[in-house]
Structure formats: C-alpha cells, structure tokens
C-alpha cells in the first residue's frame, strides 16, 4: 500500500509537473501569439507609412513637374521676346543702312549727273570754239 501511495504520489506529481509544463507552454504560445500579433500591427503600421511616403512623393514629384514646366514655359517666352527685340533691332538697323546707301547713291547719281552736264557744256563750248570750260585740267 505503501508502495501504491508512493507509485500514485509520483504519477500524481508526474500529473502535476505536467500540468504546470502544459501551463508554462500555453503561456508561451500566448506570449509567442502576441509578439506576433505585435508583429503584425507593426508591419501593417510599416506598410501604411510606406503608402503614405510613396503618395507624398509622388505628389512632389508631380509639383516639381509642374514647376518645371512651368519655368520651361516662362524661359521660352522670355526667350522668344529677347528673339522679337533683337529681330525689331536688326530690321531697324537695316533700315537706317538703307537709308543711308540710298541718300549716299543718290548724291554720288546727283554728282555724277552734275559731271555729266559739265562735261556737256565743255563739250558744246569746244565745239562752239569757245575756250571756257567748267572743269578744270591738270595739262593747262
């Protein structure tokens, strides 16, 4: 009998021991479960964060986008005015030197118009005999 209560002490003891074991390991499975739980929220957390940083900078990068137009555009009309005013410019320039070219011919016409008709008249007076010229010569 003695030997029985020992015998049923120690599987109650074996019983009791693997109780707690079982406890000891639930308690484990539970805390494992919550770390990943745990694990869980954060990579949920992680990835939420990773949406919202990716739809921040896409949205920069639209903005820059269109800043970048925008200074594209504002660089090409300026460019296209500085292009205008040089064109006016030139056309001006162009214009004055005309000018000029056409007073400067019409004075050396006006010139030579007058050379002819000189030359005439000396012509006309050496025919008529008459000495008198209205250019001078270098041989006389």
Do not use: P, R
């Amino acid at each position: 009998m003695k030997k029985l209560l020992l015998t049923l002490t120690a599987v109650s003891a074996l019983f009791a021991l693997a109780a707690c074991d079982d406890k000891k390991a639930t308690e484990k499975v539970v805390e494992v479960q919550e770390k990943a739980a745990d694990a869980k929220q954060d990579a949920a957390a992680a990835e939420k964060d990773a949406a919202k940083l990716a739809t921040e900078a896409a949205k920069k990068a639209k903005e820059a986008a269109a800043q970048a137009a925008k200074d594209t555009e504002k660089l090409a009309a300026e460019t296209t005015e500085k292009a205008k005013a040089m064109a006016s410019e030139a056309a001006e320039k162009a214009k004055i030197m005309a000018t000029e070219a056409a007073e400067q011919a019409k004075k050396m016409a006006t010139d030579t118009m007058n050379d002819a008709g000189n030359a005439l008249k000396d012509a006309a007076n050496a025919l008529s005999g008459d000495k008198k010229t209205t250019t001078e010569t270098t041989s006389e």
